[in-house]
């Protein structure tokens, strides 16, 4: 009995020295290693400290080419626009690029019974800044921004017969305007090369050389459809 008691207390006595010794060899015996370790966090500090861009080393690129359809009022009368842009996209979240839009109104009397009839036509274009909100998602939202210049007449025809049958056409007043042109649309990621899109804008128009017409006609809503195809 004596004897077990004697070499339990030996094995317990070693495994003790065991474990001091391991964590011993833990706290100092160890130093090279340490030093690497806190050697490696500083470095990797020093990189957190650098400046980050949207397109630096691991980041995406894309592009996209796009068509609009929209339907508005231009001084009361329905009017419909049509357009095309072109953006590359950082990181899947910011798009940067050109865009362009025409419009033309519906024809119309300036008093009943008045044999000539009018109608509003124009366009403009520029820069296209657009921030994409959840992305990867298959349906997300994103806030195009466009900023530029446009053309506007306002036209006159003597002789209409039909809807696109007349004889003549005047333009009678001209205008050129810059435009800042927000806007939100919601995105449907239809395949990973295409994406259909639902939303609106809003047209802020300053004149800039009128010739008699007012451009402000065309601050207002805007309903749009949009496809888009490209990486993104």
Not at 221 to 232: E, H, R, T, V
Request: overall charge neutral.
């Amino acid at each position: 009995m004596k004897r077990k008691v004697f070499l339990l207390s030996i094995l317990t006595l070693f495994s003790v020295q065991c474990l001091v010794a391991q964590d011993t060899f833990r706290l100092f015996g160890n130093k090279k290693e340490n030093r690497n370790e806190r050697r490696d966090r500083g470095r990797s500090n020093r990189g957190n400290d650098e400046i980050q861009t949207l397109t630096g080393k691991g980041s995406h690129t894309g592009f996209y080419f796009g068509f609009n359809a929209g339907f508005s009022q231009i001084d009361d009368h329905d009017a419909l626009s049509g357009g095309i842009a072109m953006a590359m996209i950082a990181n899947h979240s910011l798009a940067l690029g050109f865009a362009g839009k025409g419009f033309v109104s519906e024809f119309f009397q300036r008093a009943a019974g008045e044999p000539d009839e009018y109608n509003y036509a124009g366009g403009y274009g520029g820069l296209l800044i657009e921030p994409i909100i959840m992305p990867r998602y298959p349906i997300h939202l994103s806030f195009p921004v466009l900023l530029g210049v446009g053309g506007m007449s306002y036209n006159r025809l003597p002789h209409r017969y039909h809807p696109y049958d007349y004889d003549d056409f005047f333009v009678e007043q001209a205008g050129a305007f810059l435009i800042a042109e927000p806007g939100v649309e919601v995105e449907l990621n239809i395949t990973h090369w295409m994406r259909l899109g639902l939303g609106g804008t809003y047209r802020f128009v300053s004149s800039v050389d009128s010739r008699g017409l007012d451009e402000k006609v065309l601050n207002g809503f805007s309903g749009s459809f949009s496809a888009k195809f490209g990486i993104f």
